[in-house]
């Protein structure tokens, strides 16, 4: 059973940060690519951020670029998203994903394991 849990969503003002994590249940933690995804209300599911398994390659959308960071720590089973410069657009409930590769995470299908969510609320 994989789980995957989020946490570290919350309010922030405007221009402020947020640093999101993920803790997985994944036995071979480095053997996945993890992702960020959120989704708005009234909107699609987007991507966000992929990274590799070693953590070598990460992949953002544009309207995050320069502003968001995934990471990971293969130690500990967790990967991050820091995020700065908030703005009010990027409000939405953020989940974190898991699959064997990054092109899996970003592909059509979409990844194989989801988390619950975590609420992220940028005030103006």
């Known amino acids: 059973q994989v789980q995957l849990v989020e946490s570290g969503g919350g309010l922030v003002q405007a221009g402020g940060s947020l640093r999101l994590s993920c803790a997985a249940s994944?036995?071979?933690?480095?053997?996945?690519?993890m992702g960020w995804f959120r989704q708005a209300p009234g909107k699609e599911r987007e991507f966000v951020a992929a990274i590799t398994r070693s953590g070598g390659s990460t992949y953002y959308t544009d309207s995050v670029k320069g502003r968001f960071t995934i990471s990971r720590d293969n130690a500990k089973n967790t990967v991050y998203l820091q995020m700065n410069s908030l703005k009010p657009e990027d409000t939405a409930v953020y989940y974190c994903a898991a699959d064997r590769t990054s092109r899996e995470i970003m592909g059509v299908r979409g990844p194989d394991y989801w988390g619950q969510g975590t609420q992220v609320t940028v005030s103006s």
């Open positions: 994944l036995r071979t933690f480095s053997t996945y690519a």
